[in-house]
């Protein structure tokens, strides 16, 4: 089919990106020169994983982005409406709904043919056939039911799982009122077989989308209230509370051989900081207007709402400024042992905001006969603050639970950082342990999306600290871009030679020669610094600190980053049997395998310095971050398929390394400094920066970053 796609937003690219790959011809529209210009030169102006490879396979033959609307709709079958309706005071907002509406009345006028009208925006009941349809017949002069077809079929994307969502639904809705329209979205989704489809009127179908985000806001709330009961009783475990109900069968089927299917719906039912979102809030509110217009006031939906606004002060009341307790290892950091990076990088933002840091114990010098960043002060404890943080080498290294961390009564936020993804010894994972699932949150480095995670696990990464960006600041000049002076040079500082480094050694680094010179220096472990204030940090990270390896990497055009390790997509949950198992299942497996131990301090140092910075590429193997790079604009992403159309490509263009680094070190120094950091940790347990810092939280998609209890999985 030949198909307009109005607004290019979220939804809309998304939608218009995956129909042409699905063989439809699929113009989309957008007001905004700036945003069509990015797209028509297959750069999507918003981040999903797997969008831009989409758009680019079908650019120039099946896809397109224009201003012009009139022309767009003139010359497809079908229209779809994919533009926002933020909810306003008293109810949804449908000024872009109505000039869309409009502006396509207006493109029909006069032309012959028939021409299907479909709502995909998220609109309350009845708003398709009392609103957009007299705006319609008005502006084309036609009439619907007569050569004009007019339904809805709404979305159910989530963020992060938009293009996957899209590619293979759990079920399509289409909204109809006339044969022949409904006959239009069969065609339009017949490429899509074997999904369950729901043909019903329109107002049903709008009524769907805001039922379906109801009930799972309803659910959400229905587990923090219980979990409020529970702490307010004390001696009740929430986590074991909600463990026993997902085990009903009804929620956990019990297949013919003992095993279970656990709903993904009981992500729903742990109890936590509350749902945020672009979906969830808006959706509810929405609903609970239109009902009291109708005269049906909505109790029960009310209710949600209220023990939702009220549960971030449950789990963290808020301070003028907030207070954040860390528990700190106690002992200094053995050779060869990885140091309490995440904490010290997260705690340096969160004291530039204003917020208050405390600790177990004095840790981390800033510099020689400095200040420590950790201070421990025996009048405050957990009890005094907002949030309690962990990282993973407390309990690597033989620490159990703090006594009373997760106290009944409790009013801070309980958070962990795990930073492995292994099973050996200090280094093995401890996301999937049940204990841990007692957490609020669980932020986890190489996070992975293929990989189904406990409900309170969120990804996180290495990020940056205030010493990388000093090392990085005394070497480069100030405009944090200029690349003059560096050598055409790789810098290879691989300590540990495991396989996937051994396999870019073999495939990679001899095509590589022919355009750069590679660098294999590495520093001894045993050769402390001689300076004070190198060897203190020398130490202080277990032999990490090097100004050797700071003056190469500034001096470098790019730097090799490769880690981590290979295992199937299938099955999903299995997570430590298919560790043990995954180098015979891998040589079965076909598509791109998952990646984890992908994140290291080496990629966030080569981004802190501008260097161009190589990976292998992140997305192709369900690597996740908070905030994603873009391949080959912000990191080089290799695909070990074929890593020689990388070295061509690098060949090809003298200044791309230059302009990569340039970008990788704006982008990393705008979401992984501290600061961004800080405030992002801050958003995700429900906290602002505090006010007297003037700071204010980082704005972005809140289903990535919701704790547990809190994810809005859709879009609105």
């Known amino acids: 089919m030949r198909v307009a796609v109005v607004g290019a937003g979220y939804v809309g690219l998304v939608t218009g990106a995956c129909l042409a790959d699905r063989g439809h011809r699929v113009v989309c529209v957008d007001a905004d020169p700036g945003k069509v210009e990015r797209i028509a030169g297959g750069d999507p102006p918003i981040h999903e994983p797997g969008l831009a490879e989409v758009l680019r396979r079908n650019l120039g033959h099946r896809f397109r982005a224009t201003i012009d609307l009139a022309g767009a709709v003139r010359d497809a079958e079908l229209t779809l409406i994919c533009v926002g309706t933020p909810f306003r005071e008293g109810g949804i907002d449908l000024s872009q709904v109505e000039a869309a509406a409009r502006q396509i009345g207006e493109a029909l006028r006069g032309t012959a043919g028939s021409h299907t009208v479909v709502v995909k925006s998220t609109v309350v009941p009845g708003t398709t056939d009392e609103v957009v349809r007299p705006i319609l017949e008005a502006a084309s002069g036609k009439r619907v039911g007569t050569g004009l077809g007019l339904g809805v079929n709404p979305e159910f994307l989530r963020e992060g799982e938009a293009v996957a969502d899209f590619t293979a639904p759990d079920r399509i809705i289409l909204g109809a009122n006339d044969d022949a329209t409904l006959e239009s979205l069969r065609e ?25 985000n109801a009930l799972f806001a309803t659910m959400i709330s229905f587990a923090n209230e219980i979990g409020n009961l529970c702490a307010a009783l004390g001696g009740i475990d929430v986590v074991d509370v909600m463990r026993g109900v997902h085990l009903d069968r009804r929620l956990s089927p019990i297949l013919p051989d003992g095993s279970r299917v656990t709903a993904g719906l009981t992500a729903y039912l742990e109890a936590g900081c509350g749902f945020g979102g672009s979906c969830f809030p808006k959706d509810v509110r929405a609903l609970v207007a ?13 209710a949600v709402l209220t023990v939702n606004a009220a549960q971030p002060g449950e789990v963290a009341p808020r301070r003028v400024a907030p207070r954040v307790y860390f528990y700190c290892f106690p002992e200094k950091p053995p050779a060869d042992s990885s140091y309490q990076h995440s904490l010290v990088g997260l705690a340096e933002g969160l004291r530039a905001l204003g917020v208050e840091v405390h600790a177990n114990i004095d840790y981390w010098r800033t510099g020689p006969g400095g200040e420590y960043l950790f201070r421990h002060d025996p009048a405050v404890g957990p009890d005094d603050c907002d949030a309690v943080v962990l990282e993973h080498i407390w309990f690597l290294h033989g620490y159990d639970f703090p006594a009373d961390l997760f106290h009944r009564g409790r009013r801070y936020a309980t958070v962990y950082i795990d930073r492995y993804d292994g099973e ?3 280094k093995r994972t401890l996301t999937w342990d049940p204990a841990f699932r007692r957490f609020d949150l669980i932020l986890k480095t190489h996070y992975n999306d293929r990989c189904a995670y406990p409900a309170n696990v969120r990804p996180w990464a290495f990020g940056l600290t205030d010493r990388v960006l000093r090392e990085a600041a005394a070497r480069i000049p100030e405009d944090a871009g200029a690349q003059r002076g560096r050598r055409r040079c790789l810098l290879v500082n691989f300590r540990v030679r495991h396989r996937l480094r051994k396999q870019i050694e073999r495939e990679l680094f001899p095509l590589l020669r022919a355009v750069l010179e590679i660098d294999t220096t590495v520093d001894a472990f045993d050769a402390p610094p001689s300076d004070a204030y190198h060897r203190l940090h020398w130490e202080q990270t277990g032999m990490r600190h090097y100004p050797g390896y ?8 790019a730097c090799a980053c490769f880690g981590g390790s290979f295992i199937p997509n299938w099955p999903r949950d299995a997570f430590a049997p298919v560790r043990r198992w995954h180098r015979p299942l891998n040589a079965l497996s076909r598509a791109p395998r998952r990646l984890l131990q992908w994140d290291s301090w080496r990629f966030w140092e080569s981004l802190a310095f501008g260097c161009a910075t190589l990976h292998v590429d992140l997305e192709a193997h369900g690597a996740r971050l908070p905030v994603m790079p873009e391949n ?11 890593p020689g159309a990388a070295v061509r490509r690098i060949a090809d263009d003298p200044g791309l390394l230059d302009r990569i680094g340039k970008a990788g070190r704006e982008w990393a120094l705008a979401h992984y400094a501290p600061v961004p950091t800080a405030r992002r940790f801050l958003e995700t347990i429900g906290l602002g920066a505090p006010a007297a810092t003037g700071a204010a939280g980082e704005s972005g998609p809140r289903s990535i970053l919701a704790p547990a209890g809190g994810a809005d999985h859709g879009r609105g």
């Open 188 to 212: 339009l989704y017949r490429p899509f077989g074997g999904v369950a489809l729901v043909e019903t009127s329109n107002r049903t179908a709008e009524m769907i989308k805001y039922a379906s």
């Open 290 to 302: 239109h009902g009291r217009r109708a005269g049906v006031p909505m109790a029960l939906l009310d």
């Open 424 to 426: 050996g010894k200090g």
């Open 550 to 557: 700071f003056d190469r990497l500034a001096g470098s055009v």
């Open 632 to 642: 080959w604009r912000h990191y080089i992403g290799i695909d070990l398929g074929d």
